[in-house]
């Protein structure tokens, strides 16, 4: 019969924190099952009643059907659950084969001699199985933190565990020893072993999991098989709230035009590209990777004059190629998509990064204006919300999502018309996404012409007052607010259908 665990109507307070509220959690042996949710959700509370480390308050865990108590962590081992933390517990000065046979040791025959061979062997023969290459005879201390990872799962292996659950894994790990964990973790499941993998990565739960829960403030929000939901589902539970706070103000007025692509085409990258953006208008290009929408971003920006047709901007014809500072000068700004390589200046303070573009403006007969810098930053760093110690700090320690609202910020006061923002959300956690949308929505408010590369189609959805499709460079069709089509927007960028 295949193990199973069920945990049911699950309390735990810690004071006045309900940190899980009835909760119901299942896994059954043979599957990958992804626990998702934001800091201090529960998921961790979760896995601790059942691994013996926490007491829960209600609430029961049935093994196969049937009652089990778990006390104590040694409860659990013995039901077949085993915890890998993030700290991982291994002796540094004992070989992989040591540590694995800790507090079990095998001696020879009835001397006290440990049998270092044979501990050797069985463990040459775990690893054999799940085709893993490590020598049982090296020293912990050699290894790198993939290797110790597996090794602590062997160890869970041979003291016969089914189950194990994996707190965020892959945190400290290289891509190599990733796709290593990975391979693992494919080989336990064929084995019948089950895992319960703690992480946030989406594209790591939707490659190796087959079932994800979510989990929110206590509870659970989302339990399901991952062929039958999407991350960007999975992504919007997670947070809940964050993302239904941000409800598009719905804009019927417009201005003028502001920016008029006529004929653009470049080579291979874009071919007879024709729109316009007007003054207030958030208008987003999309499509697959690779569909040219960067490159014509460029060129509009003017880091690239190596096109055909124009690009007309408040009533004039602009200079191919012309260069970021006649751009920046002209109120046209651009945040780039790579915000450690173009967007900032990692080794600058998070003030300095804010004032990069008001720098000339700020300079009085030769001298920085510190004081009007100073108000500039401030304010920057409160109307975007940024968490930052103070502006002092080097911008660099910051999370992604405050780094890209500092590059949000800079263009907040000052004489901004038209901003380029290529994949706005890129990499960033779900929190300061709402965040940025509501920046970019008070500057179309303010009447700023804005105009989007976004590879996210509901981001594309929730922020565009009107959508162009790209396919092979080329301009596929076109959607205005609210007559967003989602599903043929998506055939549409993967130039399916191409009949309009
Ligand atoms: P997650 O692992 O999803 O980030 P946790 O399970 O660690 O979340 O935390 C859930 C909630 O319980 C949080 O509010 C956290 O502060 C609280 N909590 C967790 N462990 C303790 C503890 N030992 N003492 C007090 N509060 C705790
Ligand atoms: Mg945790």
């Given amino acids: 019969m295949n193990n199973r665990i069920d945990m049911k109507g699950i309390g735990k307070s810690f004071f006045a924190t309900r940190a899980l509220d009835d909760v119901d959690f299942s896994c059954v042996a043979g599957e990958v099952h992804a626990l998702v949710g934001l800091n201090g959700a529960g998921k961790s509370t979760l896995m601790k009643v059942l691994g013996g480390v926490y007491q829960m308050d209600e609430g029961r865990i049935e093994k196969n059907g049937q009652p089990i108590e778990i006390a104590v962590p040694a409860d659990a081992g013995e039901a077949g659950i085993s915890m890998i933390h993030q700290e991982l517990s291994l002796i540094n000065e004992l070989t992989v084969a040591g540590n694995i046979f800790l507090g079990r040791e095998l001696r020879k025959g009835n001397t006290p001699f440990l049998d270092k061979a044979e501990m050797a062997r069985r463990v040459k023969l775990e690893l054999d199985r799940f085709g893993l290459d490590l020598d049982p005879n090296r020293p912990v201390r050699e290894l790198n933190s993939g290797e110790k990872q597996i ?50 990565h989406m594209p790591e739960i939707f490659g190796i999991a087959e079932h994800v829960t979510v989990m929110r403030d206590g509870k659970i929000v989302l339990s399901e098989r991952t062929a039958e939901t999407t991350e960007d589902h999975v992504i919007r539970t997670m947070t809940g709230k964050e993302l239904e706070n941000f409800i598009k103000p719905h804009k019927e007025t417009k201005g003028e035009v502001i920016l008029s692509v006529s004929a653009l085409s470049k080579s291979e990258d874009y071919r007879d590209m024709s729109f316009d953006v007007h003054r207030g208008e958030i208008m987003v290009l999309t499509g697959l990777r690779g569909c040219g929408a960067p490159e014509l971003a ?203």
């Fill in 298 to 500: 460029k060129a509009i920006f003017g880091l690239d004059g190596e096109y055909d047709g124009s690009i007309t901007y408040r009533g004039q014809v602009l200079k191919p190629g012309r260069g970021p500072a006649k751009s920046v000068k002209d109120g046209m700004g651009l945040v780039t998509e790579n915000r450690d390589k173009n967007g900032i200046l990692p080794q600058l303070s998070v003030r300095d990064n804010i004032a990069l573009p008001f720098l000339e403006k700020s300079v009085k007969g030769g001298i920085i204006d510190s004081r009007y810098v100073d108000n500039v930053v401030g304010k920057a760093i409160a109307d975007t919300s940024t968490k930052t110690e103070s502006p002092a700090q080097e911008i660099r320690f910051l999370s992604g999502g405050n780094k890209q609202k500092i590059c949000f910020s800079r263009w907040l006061d000052s004489d901004l018309e038209f901003l380029i923002l290529l994949e706005p959300t890129r990499g960033i956690d779900v929190h300061a996404k709402a965040d940025i949308y509501r920046i970019i929505e008070d500057l179309a408010e303010r009447g700023v012409g804005i105009l989007i590369l976004s590879y996210e189609i509901d981001e594309v959805i929730m922020l565009a007052d009107r959508v162009i499709t790209l396919y092979q460079g080329q301009s596929i069709s076109e959607y205005r607010y609210p007559n967003f089509d989602k599903d043929k927007m998506l055939a549409d960028m993967a130039g399916v259908g191409q009949s309009h």
């Fill in 151 to 200: 090794v602590e799962i062997i160890r869970a292996l041979m003291s016969n565990s089914w189950l194990i659950v994996m707190d965020e894994p892959t945190s400290a790990l290289s891509e190599e020893d990733k796709g290593r964990l990975f391979e693992f973790i494919q080989r336990m499941k064929a084995e019948g072993i089950s895992i319960i993998y703690i992480s946030h």
